[in-house]
């Protein structure tokens, strides 16, 4: 088990400061455009559109309960939360849904200790920060 890299706080600036840009970022294995539109502070959500214009929002909640989980396995492949009880002891979700592949993605643009394989799997890959 990894020590997380940074606070829930930190990582709220991370993806703040990532969203601020406005940059797009890619899924990890189809290669689907997510782009950052909007960010709800009192709410803590990032809006983002998919490349067919549908817009979703990323609860940070959600994000940093991903982010924790990922720092206690130390890695995710990348169908893991397709399982309904691991999606369900996670998030608290009956199924894997959007946003869930843009989670995904956004991941390792928020702690460079994050790495996505290519077949779209998240891995730590500095454990242990001493």
Partial sequence: MATQRYSRDDLWRNAVEFWIKK??????????????????????????????????????????????????????????FRNEENCKHVFGWKCWHAPGAAMYALLPHLDDNIRASTQGDLSITNPSFD
């Fill in 23 to 80: 940059e797009p970022f890619y899924s990890l294995v189809c290669e689907k455009r997510y782009q950052p539109i909007e960010i709800n502070h009192s709410d803590q959500k990032l809006k983002f559109r998919y490349e067919r214009g549908n817009p979703y929002s990323i609860i940070f909640n959600h994000l940093y309960k991903f982010y924790e989980y990922l720092y206690s396995q130390e890695e995710i492949k990348r169908n893991y």
